[in-house]
């Protein structure tokens, strides 16, 4: 551990020194820590709906996006200053990365080359090149949990039943932690069980496997339900637009982007090297296979598939396997693909006759990679102040194309320009009135509009008119956005282009509730993931018991 921790520190040196690496999804991550960190000061403890998206109109980001890095993140950003909340997001995945190989490793290699092992994989070029060209920190946090998941599915398919817990937690924490990774999860726990079932010619793996791939779901079902269910309410497919669809991603593609054609052949450069490096090892520790089992063929396939995976020649994989096509850019198979490497490579160095020459070449090799990244890196500081003066300010963030709701256009929206940038001045009002018979004239006079409390998910207001009119809300339409007039619920309308939410409110004076209520789909959620919590809970309780029963009954036995 103290080796990963300094192979981590090593990682982050640089922003110690140059301030922020803003790679492709810096603000996105940011944004989202800072609205739920606000969101905690209002005493909203687990946040649905992204306030400050859309420049403060909002959207649904955090039914979709899994919350193990949103949180962990606002976390760090609420007890450390923001600038050095990303640094230590990456250090503490780094360190449980090389936590988990080493995890996995220990039970198959020495203990020099289970430490190899650990560091190999937490400071791997994949890893590398998603801290400082892309900071995806979700999908680094749950390239940390890989090797758990892959763990518990060894264990459960070695040991069986007893070991269901041990793939089900880490595989449901990965889940809640990046959906593209979890996706090239799930196929890389159902591709090893199904060489499991190939080679005992058994169903035996199926079904316990299946049973724990199970669980995992249940344990998750929390987020996982509502965020398939409420797909239907946000345009989920722009997530596969131009440029960002597997069949433009393989390893070194072509297109008419020149930026995007650089940084897809700089990935591919990496995964080439990967590829290479991981097929030789394997070579060498082809000899060794016996001492491995079935572990063997298990991280064989699993780097055969992942490597097929990135080119074109498994397009129609990408096309007919459920839900793989989320995932978007096969070179983010090296992520399954690193896992094969740290472990193959610090096998075939532990059969070397010059085991330093070897690992000291191999972390010059990536320190010399490190230092290309970070050279080539985008470093930006004002990333950080920059969205938190415009929460601060009122303005808000930009948005997601795939979380807008159904028919809205967050380009159209009031204070927007076409390019889909907040224009300068003050934001737009929370509230403002429209005459009922005009509504596309503002009301001059006649009208009075108070808020009483606005919060992420609540908004109290009243209004005072001696006519009717259409009250605009700073907030699109979203099912779950439940609307009362003086206590009795209402049906709202929304602006055509925008989605913007239009209250109708009859002459007179009137309050107003917004409030963000549960579904049926977040509470059916919820039971399950509870239900599958206790049933494990009780299950893990069970097992513990009769392993310590049988143990002492065969100690009696001899004994006797």
Not at 172 to 186: D, I, R
Not at 204 to 226: D, E, V
Not at 272 to 297: H, M, N, P, Q, Y
Request: proline share 6%.
């Amino acid at each position: 551990m103290l080796l990963v921790a300094v192979a981590a520190t090593v990682v982050i040196a640089p922003m110690l020194f140059l301030g922020q690496a803003s790679g492709h999804d810096f603000q996105f991550h940011l944004a989202s820590w800072l609205d739920v960190a606000g969101q905690w000061r209002e005493g909203i403890l687990f946040p649905r709906w992204a306030e400050w998206a859309n420049w403060g109109f909002g959207e649904p980001r955090f039914i979709f996006y899994p919350p193990a890095s949103w949180m962990l993140g606002a976390g760090l950003g609420s007890i450390l200053p923001w600038k050095l909340a990303p640094g230590a997001f990456v250090w503490l995945a780094l360190v449980l990365a090389g936590y988990s190989m080493w995890r996995f490793a220990r039970e198959y290699l020495p203990r020099g080359q289970a430490a190899g092992a650990a560091v190999l994989y937490a400071v791997n070029p994949y890893h590398l090149a998603v801290v400082y060209y892309r900071s995806d920190f979700a999908e680094l946090l749950a390239s940390a949990l890989l090797p758990l998941v892959l763990w518990g599915t060894v264990r459960v398919l070695r040991d069986g039943w007893r070991s269901l817990p041990e793939l089900a937690f880490p595989f449901a924490a990965m889940w809640l932690t990046n959906a593209p990774a979890v996706v090239l999860a799930t196929y890389s726990v159902a591709l090893i069980i199904f060489v499991s079932f190939v080679l005992r010619r058994t169903v035996r793996p199926l079904i316990a496997g299946g049973s724990a791939m199970a669980a995992g779901f249940g344990l998750a079902a929390f987020y996982i339900l509502p965020a398939a269910w409420e797909q239907r309410w946000v345009q989920i497919d722009q997530i596969l637009t131009d440029l960002l669809r597997p069949s433009q991603n393989f390893l070194f593609t072509k297109a008419k982007n020149p930026e995007f054609l650089f940084f897809n052949w700089k990935m591919s450069t990496i995964a080439l090297c990967v590829i290479l490096t991981t097929s030789i090892s394997a070579i060498f520790v082809a000899r060794r296979r016996k001492d491995f089992g079935e572990v063997w063929w298990y991280l064989l396939w699993l780097g055969v598939a992942a490597t097929l995976l990135m080119f074109p020649v498994s397009l129609l994989a990408w096309r007919w396997l459920p839900k793989l096509q989320f995932v978007q850019f096969p070179w983010r198979w090296l992520g399954p693909l690193d896992f094969v490497f740290a472990f193959f490579l610090a096998t075939a160095f532990g059969n070397s006759k010059r085991q330093w020459l070897c690992w000291t070449t191999t972390f010059v090799l990536l320190g010399g990679l490190g230092a290309a990244i970070v050279n080539d890196a985008w470093w930006d500081s004002e990333d950080i102040p920059v969205v938190a003066t415009g929460i601060k300010t009122g303005h808000g963030y930009e948005g997601t194309d795939e979380y807008q709701p159904q028919g809205a256009s967050r380009y159209d929206l009031p204070g927007v320009n076409a390019d889909g940038d907040v224009v300068s001045g003050p934001p737009a009002p929370r509230l403002a009135a429209f005459s009922a018979s005009d509504p596309g004239a503002a009301l001059a006079t006649g009208a009075s509009l108070n808020v009483e409390r606005w919060t992420a998910d609540t908004k109290v207001f009243s209004s005072a008119s001696s006519v009717p009119i259409v009250v605009a809300v700073r907030l699109l339409t979203y099912p779950p956005w439940q609307v009362t007039i003086d206590g009795e619920p209402v049906r709202v309308g929304s602006e055509t282009e925008t989605r913007q939410m239009l209250i109708p409110v009859r002459a007179g004076t009137h309050r107003m509730v917004v409030r963000f209520g549960t579904t049926w789909d977040r509470k059916l959620g919820a039971a399950i993931s509870g239900l599958f919590l206790i049933v494990l809970l009780i299950f893990m309780f069970a097992a513990r018991g009769h392993f310590s029963a049988s143990k002492n009954s065969r100690g009696n036995y001899h004994a006797g």
